[in-house]
């Protein structure tokens, strides 16, 4: 089973080349959607975020207000790196288990699509890594557009991420995004047709 890391800053277009992907034949595991697993309410991570960042997180239901403890997180390093040592080891033992399960069902392909692959040392859980760029400027548009996020919030979000440079040290391929849907769809298929060959 050919394992391939999807990573890249907010913004850069990761969700978009791995429906792509997906659509071209492979298997999805998304860690914010692992991450939202572990934050169902009253589970023991749910426990853990609202014992240390209290219980202004919540909301009326119980869930935790992602975008209230966007803010919180994002305006603070150290409230950062605490919530990164509650979630990222979960994360990672949840991530490894959904690829063993997949290795052991026969699967072909799969990407783990993760913005923190490399920071978080995931990167021995790949074969390969893709790394997904954009210019500032798109990125900027993009979440202002998509997310509703100001200019301060992105570059709040961008300074808490490894640099795109220090990302593409890592990459076995890298995708600039900054194309139309078209043209992106024709580069990943290109990337897939070579892997798929390999594999």
Not at 4 to 32: E, F, H, M, Q, Y
Not at 61 to 70: E, F, K, N, S, T
Not at 138 to 147: A, D, P, S, W
Not at 170 to 178: E, F, Y
Request: hydrophobic residues 40%; proline residues 3%; aromatic residues 4%.
């Amino acid at each position: 089973m050919l394992v391939i890391g999807l990573t890249g800053n907010i913004g850069t277009g990761k969700t978009t080349v791995s429906r792509i992907l997906a659509k071209l034949g492979a298997t999805i595991i998304d860690a914010d959607k692992l991450g939202h697993e572990l934050l169902e309410p009253y589970t023991q991570t749910w426990n853990e975020v609202v014992a240390a960042f209290g219980k202004d997180i919540l909301r009326p239901d119980d869930q935790i207000d992602r975008h209230r403890l966007g803010q919180i997180v994002f305006s603070a390093p150290k409230s950062l790196g605490e919530l990164n040592q509650i979630m990222h080891p979960k994360m990672y033992d949840l991530a490894k288990e959904r690829l063993e399960s997949l290795r052991s069902q026969g699967t072909r392909v799969v990407v783990l699509e993760a913005s923190l692959l490399i920071e978080a040392n995931w990167t021995n859980l790949v074969d390969q890594v893709w790394v997904t760029i954009a210019p500032e400027a798109v990125i900027t548009k993009r979440l202002k557009e998509n997310k509703g996020l100001s200019k301060a919030d992105v570059l709040a979000r961008l300074q808490s991420q490894l640099p795109q440079g220090k990302k593409l040290k890592q990459a076995d391929m890298v995708i600039d995004t900054s194309c139309d849907l078209a043209e992106l769809e024709v580069k990943v298929k290109k990337l897939w047709e070579r892997v798929s060959k390999e594999h």
